[in-house]
Structure formats: structure tokens, C-alpha cells
């Protein structure tokens, strides 16, 4: 199958600081990717869909200047998380859609983001 | 609205058999998904039907009825390893996932 790599994968920063997330599709090219946050206990929630060279798309309620969404190339999306606060800690996970048409998800390893 | 309903928590014996059961209100509907869930990882794939009808593969095997806007994942021979989260996610009319908040599936020895 399709492998999505998320980068890192767990990582602690300071209120008020801005934290890179990455999301590679290492061997297939994925012009959308999406990106999703879980609280403990709650499912996944879509926050954006990232679009290859284009502006993403926000889910209602996410503030697109707080969680900057970049999909420069084929194989690479980011998100960052700007002016960190204790309560956007959560677990962040990144998918993209099978190269081949097929409709399943792959998703990458997560990022767990604890600020402090 | 959209809506995806499964229970929040499970428990089964090792060795037996589980059923998960899901029910979904979807603005157009295009496949329904499951998804494992261990703590701490990210979703790893199950199953997906579009189709009326039961999809078994190894252990696992996934229902559909669109009339009924109802699925279930039925897993067989549990093993501890299997504790987990399971995830019904439905697929709608514009191809984006609608989750479940998950099923927590504890098994005991």
C-alpha cells in the first residue's frame, strides 16, 4: 500500500511558539492531502484539505491563519501551528488518498503536540 | 445533517466474536469505511463496501445495508492484540470522510 510519513512524531513547545508538521507521500504523488486533529476519546476532525499549488481548504471553525496549511510540491504538505496555545495540544494526523483511484485513506504516523 | 453513530466502549472474550455496529446519515453516500485504531497511532485501514452486502477478509469482515444507512465490522477468533479503537468513517457526496467517534473494544483473557 501507499506510505504517508508524518514528521515528528510527537513534539513539545512553548506557548506563544510556532510548530511545523510534516506530511510526505513517499512513494506515489498526492495532489490532496488532508489533515485532521483528535482529542483523547473523539474521533478525527477534518481541519483542511490541502490542495498541491493551491490555497487549502478550511473546515468551518478552523482558523486558517492559526493553522497555516503550505502543499508546495506533490509529495509534501505542512501544517503549522502558529502562536501555540495549551489547549490546540492534541494529536494531529495527516492522510492522503490512494494513487490509484481507490478510495481508501492512508494515513501518516501523527504528531503528538503537547504546549506547555 | 451528517451523523455517524457506533457504541463508545466493547468488551469480549479472547477467542470469541464481536460484532460493531454502526449507523450513518450522510448527505450523499459513497462507501463506508472501518478503521483500527490502536492509542497513540493513527488509524490503519480495515474494510470499505459500497455494496449491500457482507465483505469478509481473514478475521474481519464488514456489512452494508444503504436502505438501512447501517454497517457493522465482525471479527472473529479475538485476540488481545485487538484491543483497540474501531473507527466507521462514511464516505459523502463529495467524497470527504464522516467519522464515527469510535468504538473502544477492550478484550479480556
Known amino acids: 500500500g501507499a506510505v504517508v510519513s508524518q514528521h515528528p512524531s510527537w513534539v513539545i513547545c512553548k506557548s506563544g511558539t510556532s510548530v511545523k508538521i510534516e506530511c510526505r507521500s513517499l512513494d506515489f504523488q498526492a495532489t490532496t492531502m488532508f489533515w485532521y486533529r483528535q482529542f483523547p476519546k473523539q474521533s478525527l476532525m477534518l481541519m483542511a484539505t490541502s490542495n498541491e499549488g493551491s490555497k487549502a481548504t478550511y473546515e468551518q471553525g478552523v482558523e486558517k491563519d492559526k493553522f497555516l496549511i503550505n502543499h508546495a510540491s506533490l509529495t509534501l504538505s505542512t501544517l503549522t501551528v502558529t502562536s501555540a496555545h495549551p489547549e490546540d495540544s492534541s494529536f494531529y494526523i495527516c492522510?492522503?488518498?490512494?494513487?490509484?483511484?481507490?478510495?481508501?485513506?492512508?494515513f501518516g504516523q501523527g504528531t503528538r503536540l503537547t504546549v506547555v | 445533517g451528517q451523523n455517524i453513530d457506533q457504541p463508545t466502549e466493547m468488551t469480549a472474550t479472547e477467542g470469541a466474536i464481536v460484532q460493531i455496529n454502526c449507523t450513518y446519515q450522510t448527505s450523499g453516500f459513497n462507501g463506508l469505511f472501518w478503521y483500527q485504531q490502536h492509542a497513540g497511532e493513527a488509524p490503519t485501514f480495515l474494510s470499505y463496501?459500497?455494496l449491500d452486502g457482507l465483505e469478509e477478509k481473514g478475521r474481519f469482515s464488514s456489512f452494508l445495508s444503504r436502505s438501512k444507512g447501517y454497517s457493522y465490522l465482525l471479527l472473529k477468533e479475538l485476540q488481545m492484540k485487538d484491543s483497540a479503537s474501531y473507527l466507521c468513517a462514511a464516505s459523502d457526496s463529495n467524497y470527504q470522510l464522516i467519522w464515527g467517534a469510535g468504538t473502544k473494544l477492550i478484550i479480556k483473557p
Open positions: 463496501n459500497v
Open positions: 492522510s492522503a488518498k490512494s494513487p490509484r483511484g481507490g478510495t481508501e485513506a492512508f
